[in-house]
């Protein structure tokens, strides 16, 4: 019971950190959030690394192409608060794990990353047709419920979009992954989300005329930069969930807390959920559960056809 709490709090937390990082976006903008994000991501692992062990992270040997990771990672905390700020916390969450979704199956079908290959099966489509058709109720049905986006054609170019940063998101954890293997899961953690921080103060500052907007930064909510903490949390927290649960039972718990953490924070922050989104969310939830239902299936098949290879 104590883990399926701790995963549905994991699940919770991620959330909470794209509404905080949706409230600084239109404050400090998309680089200032990738900056401000990664930089108390990249604390907060230290923290977690040095106060248990009084060590500092050591970097190891890591290969320069890991750091890829922090591009990735940057771009994903700065775009998803500028979504967040446009679509509202449900949409892009949903958005977001549908891409992580998608990716990873192109990842495990081609063996990424030097990933097992797992190919590809015809009965996954249904899945992420349903996904695709929950993007389509939400254009369309949700469509009054977005404030600030001129036109369906920049709301449907939107809703993509947050899929992309999903896709986005599954190549920031498997460089994150990769750097585990030499430094540690918070060790490497500290140093992507420390690059990635040094790349978004770089970005900030060209794109800002080499002027820092302190004013912005010190007159943002502080609640706000709890996005650091909460990612480095949710991030701890999902290594023990996924140690102790089965993978599919884990992934759901956390999908319930992103999806009703969502859910809450536009109540709170829009003070309505139209009817509309909320199908829209409702269609995509189901395709992604469809997903993980059928994946979890062959994947006890393989399983089964492994050992009678073995007998």
Not at 36 to 54: D, G, H, I, Q
Not at 126 to 136: D, N, T
Not at 166 to 174: C, P
Request: charged share 10%.
């Amino acid at each position: 019971m104590l883990y399926i709490f701790m995963a549905v709090l994991s699940g919770a937390m991620i959330s909470v950190q794209s509404s905080c990082n949706g409230v600084l976006s239109p404050i400090i903008g998309v680089f200032g959030v990738g900056f401000a994000s990664m930089l108390l991501n990249s604390l907060t692992c230290f923290l977690l690394e040095f106060v248990p062990t009084r060590k500092f992270p050591k970097p190891g040997a890591m290969p320069p192409h890991v750091y890829l990771g922090s591009i990735c990672a940057a771009s994903v905390m700065g775009f998803s608060g500028y979504l967040v700020d446009k679509l509202g916390s449900a949409v892009t969450v949903c958005l977001s794990v549908s891409g992580q979704l998608i990716m990873s199956a192109v990842v495990d079908h081609f063996g990424w990353f030097g990933s097992e290959k797992v190919r590809f099966r015809v009965n996954r489509l249904p899945g992420f047709l349903c996904i695709l058709a929950g993007v389509f109720v939400i254009n369309f049905a949700g469509a009054d419920s977005f404030r600030g986006i001129s036109g369906q054609g920049m709301l449907f170019f939107l809703l993509l979009f947050a899929i992309f940063i999903g896709f986005v998101t599954v190549f920031a954890r498997m460089f994150n992954f990769e750097a585990s293997h030499y430094v540690g899961r918070i060790a490497g953690g500290f140093y992507i989300a420390g690059v990635g921080a040094l790349i978004s103060f770089i970005l900030l500052l060209c794109t800002s005329g080499f002027q820092i907007p302190v004013s912005s930064f010190i007159n943002a909510p502080v609640a706000a930069y709890l996005t650091g903490p909460l990612g480095g949390v949710a991030c701890l927290f999902n290594n023990i969930t996924y140690g102790k649960l089965k993978v599919f039972h884990a992934t759901i718990f956390i999908l319930v807390g992103q999806i009703s953490a969502s859910i809450i924070a536009d109540l709170l922050f829009f003070g309505e959920f139209p009817l509309g989104k909320l199908m829209g969310i409702l269609v995509v939830c189901a395709g992604i559960f469809l997903d993980k239902r059928v994946t979890l299936k062959a994947q006890k098949q393989e399983t089964k056809n492994k050992l009678k290879k073995c007998n």
